[in-house]
């Protein structure tokens, strides 16, 4: 067993921390007092890390996910897991600017003008139609395109508004069926 010390864990346990240094594989695990908060990032990091490799092997023989942590308080949601397959894909790129827009008018939607408020929308809805100009290489493409068409399902998301079109043919064509036409109906 490996047992980080740093020279100021040793100078502050002084006699308690020599054992450690001498045999280490002999001596238990003692928690050492982070007074470096960048220590305790490295640390939690590395633990996560492990963490997320025993995970993604017990489920997935290896899988795609990753964790995305933010700073406490940054966020609404400062801690997701993601599939890492996605990762850079340019309908995923999109996704992350358009749910940015789309949390920053929850923020601050009392402080918007209307003309603040028309372009932010605006600005949504053309990422909203790159996104479903490009074809999904993964689940999380097509996931992506429908939560931003449906604004995380507040809206209808109908194959017949033509901004739908596009992403229904494509859950059409991964599922190999299209919608029946009615027959005798005018």
Known sequence: MRTNLSRRSLIAGGAAALPLAIAPAAASVIP?????????VIRIAR????ALADWNGALFGG?????????AGSRSHPISLEDSSAMGSPIMTL??????????GFEQSG????????AHCERRRALEEQMEAIPSRSAADLAAKIIAITGYGSFEFAPDVPANIETWKE????????????RGVS
Do not use: H, K, M
């Not at 633990?47 to 492990?50: D, T, V």
């Not at 996704?95 to 920053?104: G, K, M, Q, S, T």
């Open 32 to 40: 050492v007092e982070e007074t470096n908060p960048l220590d305790r």
């Open 47 to 50: 633990e996560l890390s492990q």
């Open 63 to 71: 899988g795609p996910w990753v964790a995305r942590v933010y700073p």
């Open 95 to 104: 996704f992350e600017e358009w749910d940015a827009i789309y949390r920053l």
């Open 111 to 118: 402080s918007f003008s209307d003309e603040e408020c028309d």
């Open 171 to 182: 859950l059409e064509r991964l599922v190999g069926r299209t919608q029946p036409e009615l």
